[in-house]
């Protein structure tokens, strides 16, 4: 037996959670020496231009493609799959994972937040990787201490019990004739 685990996350968040990690770290380069690095500062933050926007689902879609690959060890080997839908034109992204039966559904909540922090914190890494290697180790670090969190979420229940008796296990001994 299986189940689906259905997490929902929205495009339009992922994304600002890295536009804000951008900008605030150009924000502090900015006020080590505003008129120095102004000009860094407004080059390292993520912002709406296109071609960054473009970079930023890139990312997304890359962030995704990591959280499946990360989530396959958990897939139920009889029946299981993992799948995801990102499309240009909505803000939805669902994932899908089929768990075995025996998954505790109480925590599909935090896994689902884990996840988008997760993706967020990957493409943070990526937006990092050419322009602040330093900082992208660090926002690597974060992704793994996430996924951490999100292998916690993925607990097994306690197995049912059968109905039979360990007194209907016997034993008999018949003579060889």
């Known amino acids: 037996m299986s189940k689906t685990i259905t997490l929902s996350l929205k495009k339009s968040l992922v994304l600002e959670a890295v536009k804000a990690d951008t900008y605030q770290s150009g924000q502090v380069d900015k006020a080590s020496d505003p008129v120095k690095n102004a000009a860094l500062a407004y080059n ?3 912002g709406d231009e296109t071609y960054q926007e473009r970079k930023l689902v890139r990312f997304l879609r890359s962030g995704l493609a990591r959280f499946a690959a990360a989530m396959n060890e958990f897939v139920d080997s009889e029946n299981g799959s993992i799948s995801y839908t990102l499309t240009d034109n909505s803000d939805a992204i669902t ?3 089929v768990v075995s039966d025996s998954y505790n559904d109480g925590l599909a909540q935090p896994l689902s937040s884990f ?20 900082l992208a180790k660090d926002y690597f670090g974060y992704a793994q201490e996430t996924l951490t969190q999100i292998r916690l979420c993925l607990a097994k229940t306690a197995p049912t019990s059968s109905s039979s008796s360990y007194t209907d296990v016997t034993g008999t001994v018949t003579p060889n004739t």
Not at 115 to 134: G, H, R
């Open 44 to 46: 390292e933050q993520a």
């Open 95 to 97: 994932i899908k994972v």
């Open 115 to 134: 996840a988008e922090e997760y993706v967020s914190y990957t493409m943070d890494y990526m937006w990092w990787q050419s322009i602040k290697p330093a």
